[in-house]
C-alpha cells in the first residue's frame, strides 16, 4: 500500500436502514461517487457461513484443478494466494442473497429498472499475496454500469487487504485514457466488519491490496448489469449455468397484495429466464 495516507471511508458509508429509507439519496451519491460502503448488510451468522461454504468449495475445487471454476485475476492463481471462486447457489449463498437483495432493491431500482446476475463469485486471497495494480473491471468508454456488491465474510482490517477504491474516477475519462495518474491522497481503504458491504461501480479504479496478515482474505461478491447486454472486461466471474438466466425485474403487485416492499408498489423478482426456475431466492 502506498505510504500516501488516504482519505476515510466515513464519508462514503450508511448504515443498512438508510437503504431502505432513503434509497434514492443512497443511489444518487453511488452515482456520483461510484462507490458507498452499507454497515451490517448481512447478519454475522449469514455471513460466516458463507465464508465456511467458500472455505471448503474452494478447497475442493483446487484439489479438482478444473479452471471452469475459477475467474480470471490477473495470473495471481499462479503463486497460490488469490483465487477468483465461482460459487454454485448453494443455500449459504441464496439466504445471503435474498437478504441483501431484499435491502438493495431500493437503490437498484433508483438506478434502473431491471438487473441481471453477471457475477457470483468470492475473491479470496491468503497471506503474502502482492496485491493487484490498479484497474477498472469495465470500461468507462464501451460497458454500461455494472454494480458489484463486496460482502466482508470477516472483519477486514487495513492488514488483512482490503480493497483500495478511487471514488469518483469512474466517470474520469482522463484517469482511464492513461491521461493521468490515480490521486493516492483520495484513496479509501474499504476495511469492513463482517457482514459489511461496499457497492461498487465497475468503471471505478480499485484494487486487492497485498495480504500482510497471517490470515485468510474472502470477500463474497456479486455483480449486477443492465439485463441482455454482455460485459465485458474481467467482470464475467459466474458459472456457466447461470450466465444469462438470473434477473432482477419489477413486477406490479396482483390487487390486494401486500407482499411486496419495493417503491411505487412493485416488487422485485429473483427469477430464471429458462428452467430450472430460481425464483425461490427471493421469495
Ligand atoms: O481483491 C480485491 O479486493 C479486489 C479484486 C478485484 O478488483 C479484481 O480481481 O478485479
Ligand atoms: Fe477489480
Known sequence: ??????????????????LVDNPRQVAGAFRRDGLVKVKRILPADVAEAVCKRVHEELASRRAEGDSTYFG???????????????????????DALRILLESLQGVLE???PSWQLTELAAMCTFP????????????H????????????????PAERGPTKMYPRSHLDGELHLGLKEVDESCAVLCTMECGDCVLMDSRLLHCGTANKSDLHRFLFYSSWMPPARRSRGSTNTLLPEYEDRL?????????????????????????????????????
Open 110 to 112: 433508483s438506478l434502473r
Open 141 to 156: 468508454v464501451y460497458d454500461q454500469q455494472v454494480v458489484t456488491v463486496f460482502v466482508a465474510l470477516h472483519d477486514i
Open 247 to 283: 434477473i432482477l425485474v419489477q413486477e406490479e403487485l396482483q390487487s390486494g397484495s401486500h407482499s411486496g416492499n419495493g417503491p411505487h408498489g412493485l416488487r422485485w423478482m429473483f427469477e430464471a429466464k429458462v428452467p430450472p426456475r430460481l425464483v425461490t431466492v427471493m421469495t
Open 128 to 139: 503474502a499475496d502482492p496485491g493487484q495494480p490498479v484497474h477498472a473491471d469495465t470500461s
Open 1 to 18: 500500500m502506498s505510504a500516501v495516507a488516504t482519505s476515510s471511508l466515513d464519508g462514503f458509508s450508511v448504515d443498512a436502514a438508510a
Open 72 to 94: 480470471d485475476v490477473y495470473g495471481y492463481e499462479d503463486t497460490g494466494q488469490r483465487w477468483d471462486l465461482k460459487l454454485r447457489l448453494s443455500s449459504e449463498v441464496k
